[in-house]
């Protein structure tokens, strides 16, 4: 049963989230201003500025296409050391307070947005290899969100209902991108240091709230873990060598538990007082660990082409204005949350999630051909953007939350806390590799071939995705096929009573029950 804190955790950690895509939103929504900035404008040759420095010193560049390689290279950077810090957080989320890791890396995080892109600029200070380093520093301390953020909510919903919460949680990410976009919207005419300004100001505050009011899991409230009532044959994953050495260091009279009950010679185990942190080689090894990870590496690549570069592209293939162009960016995100809510229900009715991912990356294919052929009316492309995100980023919203928490809570380390921040890490750090090597390959194809050669390489991407994900989707389907059609055996159809239990499960019912009651067996 849900209480009030499994609410205000649900709130206060899909906001903080929300808050950390926000401030990467801004950077992808200012890149047509930064590119006009950083580079030489030509002007009227009849109107000569005066002093040159002072009107031309902010000129990192020659031209605006010199310029947008070096964005591409900041958007590579950033998730390169964004997937190196998520395999590092994930360690370090399962050692240490989830609740501090999160907030310190939020208020970390904010400080590293704010230099970049408000400090330097207020300061009149352009250099090429400080924004790198900066942009680096902010990759590593944004990576601290994803994991601490799951891993705690596993800790608070259980698998019975973690397709439906985690798939309308995971749209955490979609509405910061909206969130983003509304906010940079608003304040870009004053300059793009006032959109840095706002939405780095709202991440730290983020990370203060949750320093005080987030809960790490259930039990610090002295309530059961969700794992625990849902599954009566719950226990706690430790290690032999964790075991033995407590009992050497336990008394007799230590609160125990038998090994057996029932029996008087028995060897005594104590109730670990602390769960082992799983390695990353552990973790990597889980089963459907690998397949996943890779799956994602190459999805993460096409839904995170998106966030970074559609803006971009409205604008330069349409012709449309910034601020209209980040209006209409916002629908890909909602069909990303409607798709990830969707998803999440139905995988939550079969227990089985590939056989709900592998059809929507089927339908993503041709909703990449059709949005790659869009007409330039708003609305169209708006409808289109709309479909493309709910099969591309609505498997990716389902992946990156329920299935890591499904892996984190798998038999193996069922019950163990400890595991699930790193094998989010794990999950989320894999796919932000190949999401760094789409903010290679977008702008290099895009210069020398043009957008279609960028939705090529998408569309072969998500087939990739559905080939890692195949495997698991053969030996699911069956074992679904038997779940449903056992089901459909406990019941019959006939014309003067409707469906209705099967003779031979009233029986058994009837065996079953309470002889103390009377219930009437009705006979066909």
């Not at 992808?28 to 002093?51: F, R």
């Not at 900066?134 to 994991?147: A, E």
């Not at 749209?171 to 509304?182: F, R, T, Y």
């Not at 798998?410 to 789409?438: E, F, H, R, W, Y």
């Amino acid at each position: 049963m849900w209480t009030f804190y499994h609410v205000s955790t649900f709130l206060l950690t899909f906001i903080s989230y929300a808050f950390f895509h926000a401030t990467r939103k801004t950077f992808s929504n200012v890149k047509s201003t930064i590119s006009s900035e950083w580079s030489a404008t030509p002007g009227n040759d009849t109107l000569i500025n005066k002093p040159d420095k002072l009107w031309n010193d902010h000129h990192m560049f020659g031209s605006a296409g010199d310029a947008e390689t070096y964005l591409g290279v900041l958007d590579a950077v950033f998730m390169v050391s964004y997937a190196v810090g998520l395999y590092i957080s994930g360690i370090i989320g399962d050692r240490f307070e989830l609740r501090k890791v999160l907030a310190l890396g939020m208020c970390s995080a904010a400080v590293s947005v704010f230099l970049f892109g408000s400090v330097l600029e207020w300061a009149h200070y352009y250099n090429k290899y400080l924004y790198v380093t900066v942009w680096i520093f902010n990759g590593l301390l944004q990576s601290t969100g994803w994991p601490t953020v799951v891993a705690v909510m596993g800790n608070w919903f259980g698998k019975s209902s973690r397709g439906l919460v985690l798939g309308l949680w995971s749209a955490c990410a979609s509405v910061g991108n909206i969130i983003g976009a509304l906010m940079v919207s608003q304040v870009l005419h004053y300059g793009y240091d006032f959109a840095f300004l706002v939405t780095s100001t709202v991440l730290f505050a983020g990370g203060i709230i949750n320093f005080f009011g987030l809960l790490n899991s259930p039990t610090e409230l002295g309530l059961k873990s969700p794992d625990e009532i849902e599954d009566p044959d719950y226990q706690i994953t430790v290690s032999t060598s964790q075991i033995d050495t407590e009992i050497e260091e336990t008394d007799h009279d230590t609160d125990t538990d038998p090994l057996l009950e029932g029996t008087d010679d028995v060897r005594v185990i104590p109730k670990p007082s602390k769960e082992e942190a799983l390695s990353f080689w552990r973790a990597l090894l889980l089963p459907g660990v690998l397949l996943y990870a890779f799956a994602y590496f190459c999805l993460k690549l096409v839904n995170y082409s998106f966030f970074f570069w559609l803006p971009y592209y409205l604008h330069a293939s349409f012709g449309w204005s910034e601020s209209t162009a980040d209006k209409i960016s916002i629908w890909y995100d909602i069909g990303g949350i409607i798709g990830g809510t969707i998803a999440g229900v139905i995988s939550d009715c079969f227990q089985k999630r590939s056989i709900v991912v592998v059809p929507m990356l089927c339908m993503a294919i041709p909703s990449l051909i059709w949005y790659s052929n869009s007409p330039s009316d708003m609305t169209v492309n708006a409808f289109l953007m709309t479909v493309t995100g709910f099969f591309i980023g609505g498997v990716a919203n389902l992946i990156s939350a329920a299935i890591s928490a499904d892996l984190g809570k798998q038999g193996p380390v069922q019950g163990n806390k400890a595991a699930l921040a790193t094998v989010t890490g794990i999950v989320d750090g894999t796919g932000s590799v190949g999401a760094a090597l789409g903010q290679v390959l977008v702008p290099l194809l895009q210069e020398h071939t043009g957008w279609h050669s960028v939705f090529y390489l998408f569309i072969v991407m998500t087939g990739l995705t559905i080939f890692c994900i195949v495997p698991l989707f053969v030996r699911e389907v069956p074992e679904c096929y038997r779940s449903i059609r056992g089901c459909c055996r406990k019941y019959s159809y006939s014309w003067y009573c409707g469906f209705h239990l099967t003779k031979s499960k009233r029986s058994a019912i009837s065996v079953n029950s309470d002889p103390d009651d009377d219930i009437e067996v009705l006979e066909d």
